[in-house]
């Protein structure tokens, strides 16, 4: 392989990231409990081809196979989430000890291979019975559940995993599940409902980090967010202002509550009759320091003035340059953008890039290899920006990309594939893709 040119710094996390729902299929096995995810994919034309995650990678049955992967590539961490139905099946009471177990055996072994476990509780995905229960995260008490489920987790993993992510993405949780309805559970109820699930999101991440701290004393806990940097596709002060709104909609709106206890003033404002009730108390609640931002990236959001989104009324314009299928640009200086941007106005103790990485499909030549040409690019030049960042100043202590191996891309089924391990959904067979000799290769220069 070519020279990357990158010097891994000594005390530095590389690793890959993965989702529950995304991989695991087994989702009757051992009497795991059905999600909303398990629900939604039923429903015709809500995923491309009709596919489902009831397979998936196969990973619940072929994880020692994974991670003797990783432990080959020599990463040094690996960031995967925990299904919630696979743990308390009916998202309170009775508990699956099988479940459970999966999860502390793949713990067990991980630290066995020197990698280290940075576990996320929830990644899109509920138990569907709490779903039918008052609407997941439209209610309010929902807190209670995860704060029970967190408990359990904690309490069982804790001796062994130090580092602990509540949410993933909260924005594309609360807007593409009840606003846009392009993920599970699927509603199109509009901005109101995407702020009052979003909400009690928060509200959960607020009181689970203290029951995380009780169990686990030495744990390093975080959120995840999906960070854009953005910019005004022209100097018009039209879309000066509505890259304002979006950059308040996803960056500050998830960011402010966290770091300064309050949503950002102008989006209460713009919001207006669509806020949720914020009772006395639950910014505190929200607003408890964390140990870190997890970060995820994929692009950078240009923005003109629109109709997108009302009231934030944007849209998004797409640059000349380079796409991935996914129809995003590549733009690996966003990366260094966005983490500068993040630190100038939150100063943190800790950045992870948590998700970073391009979809791009592959096949498998007939020197049976996977040559994601790329996704090799992409992945070296992000890491370049990520490091920048972190030689000026930024605290970026580690960089996950996005992902382990081809999986369920939620909406888009297996159309899209981001891995760096190459899966035959057909055979499930695996195969190292270029891009995971090129980890391969970085992880030596530690
Ligand atoms: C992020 C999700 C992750 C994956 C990537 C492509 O928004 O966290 O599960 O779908 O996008």
């Known amino acids: ?53 009831d397979i998936a990678c196969d990973h ?9 992967i990783m432990k080959h590539l020599g990463l040094n961490a690996y960031r995967f989430s925990i299904s919630w139905s696979r743990v308390i099946p009916k998202g309170r009471g009775k508990l699956n000890k099988k479940g459970l177990d999966f999860y502390s055996q793949l713990v067990d072994v991980l630290l066995e291979y020197k990698i280290t476990p940075f576990v996320t509780l929830n990644h899109f995905d509920l138990p569907q019975k709490l779903q039918e229960e008052g609407g997941g995260w439209l209610r309010r008490g929902v807190h209670n559940d995860f704060n029970e ?30 606003h846009t309805g392009e993920d599970a559970p699927g509603l199109k109820l509009g901005v109101d409902a995407a702020l009052e699930a ?18 686990v004393p030495d ?8 960070l854009n940097h953005v910019e005004p596709a022209t100097k018009n002060p039209k879309d000066i202002a509505a890259a304002k709104r979006w950059e308040g909609c996803q960056n500050r709106w998830y960011l402010d509550p966290i770091y300064q206890g309050q949503y950002p003033e102008d989006m209460m404002k713009l919001y207006g009759p669509l806020l949720p009730e914020i009772q006395p108390g639950d910014m505190e609640t929200i607003n408890q320091p964390l140990d870190y931002l997890g970060l995820n990236m994929y692009r950078r959001s240009v923005i003109s003035g629109g109709t997108d989104l ?12 380079e796409y991935s299928d996914m129809g995003w640009e590549i733009y690996p200086k966003g990366l260094y953008d966005i983490l500068k941007w993040t630190d100038s106005n939150y100063p943190t103790k800790k950045i992870y890039v948590t998700e970073n990485g391009v979809a791009c499909n592959d096949p498998i030549t007939p020197d049976g290899r996977c040559h994601d040409t790329r996704r090799v690019t992409y992945l070296r030049e992000h890491i370049k920006q990520a490091l920048k960042a972190r030689e000026e100043g930024v605290p970026v202590h580690g960089y996950f990309a996005w992902s382990t191996m081809d999986n369920f891309e939620w909406a888009y089924g297996y159309n899209m594939r981001f891995g760096v391990i190459h899966i035959d959904f057909k055979t499930q067979k695996r195969t190292i893709k270029n891009s995971a000799y090129l980890l391969q290769n970085i992880a030596k220069t530690q």
């Open 60 to 68: 619940y049955n072929r994880w020692r196979e994974d991670l003797e």
């Open 219 to 226: 744990a390093e806990v975080g959120i995840v967010i999906h």
């Open 198 to 215: 979003s909400h009690n999101v928060y509200l959960s991440h607020g009181h689970v980090v203290q029951t995380i701290r009780d169990n």
């Open 310 to 321: 009302a009231p934030v009324n944007i849209k998004r314009v797409n640059p000349p340059g």
């Open 1 to 53: 392989m070519e020279d990357h040119g990158i010097k891994l710094p000594k005390e530095f996390y590389l690793g890959t990231a993965s989702a529950a729902y995304q991989i695991e299929g087994a989702t009757t096995q051992d009497e795991r409990g059905p999600s909303i995810w398990d629900q939604y994919v039923k429903v015709p034309g809500a995923i491309e081809n009709g596919d489902t995650g």
């Open 149 to 178: 489920y967190t408990d359990i987790v904690t309490q069982e993993l804790g001796d062994r995993v130090k580092h602990w992510t509540t949410f993933n993405e909260p924005w594309e949780l609360a807007w593409q599940g009840y």
